[in-house]
């Protein structure tokens, strides 16, 4: 009995105790929850960090056929946290059985220390504690981080290797310069999206969604906790084809220089489907130098000139007002037009000049002022606006949307605006493409809708918007005139723009491998600096090709070219017939054999890889003569022969890589151990590290393309 009741007493003991602890426990949780609350959430804040917004991968440009054009590309600097409690416990035990394997890996993969070097300088930061050592200079890539990571110590990861990385963020753009300003560019601070161009017109669909984490501390040690996962940003792909831009450029480049110009566009559009197969705007920056550095395509706003004419001459058609075969008397070039001078390109002083009587067709042809003028202002001149009417029947005075933010808009001066001053000699001077002034890329649009059928579309610069591989949304042309004229019109005027190029101001753009048609345009600009009023000219050629089945419209304009006569056939033309031979070069299958031996001329050789160029020039039945040199050779180029002297290539010294494409160039560098920079696209024209110099692994050679 006495036993049983000692164990009651103790278990009542036991019971009262542990009610006792649960009502600790509930008084102590009201204390807190009612009472205390507001300092322990103080103590909670104490405890936190200021959280952090996670920025997402900017989405990417591709070009029409997918090609990279702009991405989002990462970078990370590496920092050693040295204190971590794993490197110390055993008297760091576990840092020193791996410090000389670690310094060895890092040494044969940045080559900017030896492994010596590297050990005495992580032991220096180990020994000093520090938080954030710096491993190397050097920027690397995510395929250099994780093989980093691999590396001994690093491999325990963050928490006991101590491997802290940085991210950093870049745009870059796998083709240079090509298209940028219609690719566009993002801010220097890349949280601000785009600046101009396709990066700005759909900066909200390619920045994507943030995310954000905060930063909690978890024992001895501040943790980052993503509470939101970022949304990459969408890709998109452009209208632009790498090869037809390439080639805009470069002719536009050469013609550029051969004049120096001050600068100019070439644009270059698909006839059915409105698509942008290239936009290159180059100005000058520098005696020989030029950049895409305004986007005048879209957004220059000056008088067309002379390509105006074919738009005035199809309002006056489709009136019946006038008929190809009509003649009109220009007589020796010099007309006076409402008491104001009007001449043709060829007047002369004496008299001599003029076309006299030519037809309204041979009147476009050599693009005679005063036959247009004429016939618009005998037909138009008591009723102007119904010439303007005219002009807006077409619809080519329409805003369209050309997703490149800072596009201009055509202003065509209207009589019955009453804002407008309007005189007897604006009609006149309106008709040859003077008192009104629209972007380029209308100028186009107008003459694509000639090759079109008739059927006026807006030029478009996007093709489709998708996520992941899977498309979300595609894009076409808007029309935006079913037909500009009618058929009848519509053949006169293809005809009388095929007879410009045939005998016309176009005739340097007749092509033997492409018919073209077309219009020359010359606009003398006037405006004063500060040593007073100063002339010069725009140039310009627009039209399409081929010209029987037209599957390409380009325009090429041209502002102040400051050496030779200023001509929209020899200069602007000669860019246009570049552009079009070089476009349909690439799209017409032929065997180099099949053509005429005296056709053929010896082509530019790169440097490079000896048997590969043998194989090239072996196919294309070229002569050459080449030594029994080895594997990589210099080619020269006299005009009657190539030749070939061999280089001597090793990996211990810089190899001489002018002269080389981007691939051979990167791949005997990056033999030769070293990092590469690449400006530009060609040919290397210079490198940054001397040839023959001693090969340091790791180190960055910049090499400049032309």
């Not at 805009?248 to 489907?273: H, N």
């Not at 095929?498 to 101001?505: A, D, H, M, Q, R």
């Not at 502002?559 to 017939?577: A, L, Q, W």
Request: aromatic share 10%; hydrophobic share 35%.
């Amino acid at each position: 009995m006495a036993e049983r009741k000692s164990i009651l007493t103790r278990f009542a003991i036991i019971y009262f105790l542990i009610v006792l602890f649960f009502g600790v426990v509930i008084y102590k949780m009201v204390v807190i929850q009612y009472f205390e609350k507001d300092e322990w959430m103080e103590l909670s804040e104490k405890l936190k960090r200021q959280g952090r917004e996670i920025a997402p991968n900017r989405g990417n440009i591709f070009a029409c056929d997918g090609q990279l054009m702009a991405s989002t590309v990462p970078y990370y600097h590496l920092y050693m946290d040295t204190r971590v409690e794993y490197l110390h416990i055993k008297n760091g035990a576990n840092y020193k059985k791996d410090i000389d394997s670690l310094g060895y890996y890092l040494s044969q993969k940045f080559g900017d220390k030896s492994p010596r070097e590297y050990v005495r300088y992580i032991n220096a930061g180990y020994n000093r504690g520090d938080g954030k050592l710096r491993i190397t200079s050097n920027k690397i890539t995510h395929a250099d981080l994780k093989e980093v990571k691999s590396f001994p110590i690093f491999r325990k990861g963050k928490y006991r290797g101590g491997l802290i990385e940085q991210k950093f963020v870049t745009r870059v753009h796998p083709f240079g310069s090509l298209a940028s300003r219609t690719i566009g560019g993002i801010y220097g601070d890349a949280s601000k999206g785009g600046a101009f161009g396709l990066e700005l017109k759909y900066d909200n669909l390619l920045k994507g969604k943030k995310g954000y984490e905060t930063c909690e501390l978890m024992g001895d040690r501040w943790i980052y906790i993503p509470e939101t996962e970022p949304e990459d940003g969408l890709d998109i792909t452009s209208t632009i084809d790498v090869r037809i831009q390439d080639i805009a450029e470069k002719a536009l480049a050469d013609k550029l220089k051969e004049i120096d110009a001050l600068r100019g566009c070439a644009i270059v559009m698909e006839v059915r489907s409105g698509e942008v197969k290239a936009c290159a705007n180059l100005s000058r920056i520098g005696v020989g130098k030029y950049e895409e550095h305004y986007n005048m395509a879209v957004a220059d706003m000056s008088e067309p000139g002379s390509t105006f004419k074919t738009i005035s001459l199809i309002v006056a058609l489709e009136d019946g007002v006038v008929k190809p075969t009509d003649t009109i008397d220009t007589k020796n070039g010099l007309w006076m037009m409402h008491g104001r001078r009007m001449t043709d390109h060829n007047y002369r002083v004496n008299g001599s000049g003029g076309y006299h009587k030519i037809s309204v067709a041979e009147g476009l042809a050599y693009s005679s002022n005063i036959l247009v003028s004429r016939i618009i202002d005998e037909n138009y001149g008591s009723r102007p606006s119904d010439f303007v009417d005219g002009i807006y029947r077409t619809k080519i005075n329409e805003p369209m949307d050309l997703e490149i933010p800072g596009a201009g808009k055509p202003y065509i001066r209207n009589p019955k605006d009453k804002n407008v001053n309007w005189y007897k000699t604006a009609l006149p001077w309106m008709s040859i493409g003077y008192e009104t002034k629209m972007p380029p890329i209308y100028t186009l649009a107008f003459y694509n809708a000639i090759a079109n059928n008739g059927k006026l579309i807006q030029p478009f610069f996007v093709k489709k918007i998708s996520k992941d591989g899977q498309t979300l949304e595609e894009f076409s042309a808007k029309t935006i005139n079913s037909s500009i004229c009618s058929k009848k019109t519509l053949r006169e005027i293809r005809e009388m723009l095929e007879l410009v190029v045939e005998k016309g101001t176009g005739k340097v753009v007749k092509s033997p491998l492409v018919s073209i048609a077309g219009k020359t345009g010359t606009a003398q600009l006037n405006y004063t600096n500060g040593h007073g009023q100063h002339k010069s000219h725009q140039v310009s050629f627009c039209g399409y090709f081929p010209a029987d089945e037209p599957q390409y419209s380009c325009i090429v304009v041209i502002r102040e070219p400051r050496i030779g006569y200023p001509s929209g056939g020899t200069m602007s033309g000669g860019v246009f017939k570049n552009i079009a031979e070089r476009i349909y070069a690439g799209n017409v299958q032929i065997r180099p054999n099949e053509l005429p031996k005296d056709s053929l001329f010896l082509p530019s050789v790169k440097s490079g890889n000896a048997l590969a160029t043998k194989n090239v020039l072996s196919k294309l039945d070229i002569d050459y003569t080449l030594d029994n040199g080895g594997e990589w050779a210099k080619f020269s180029n006299d005009g009657e022969e190539i030749r070939a002297t061999a280089l001597e290539i090793t990996t211990k010294t810089i190899p001489n890589v002018v002269g080389m494409g981007a691939k051979d160039a990167v791949y005997l560098m990056e033999c030769a151990g070293q990092r590469i920079l690449l400006y530009g696209r060609g040919k290397v024209q210079s490198q940054s590290i001397k040839a023959g110099s001693t090969a340091i692994r790791g180190q960055t050679v910049t090499l400049i393309l032309n």
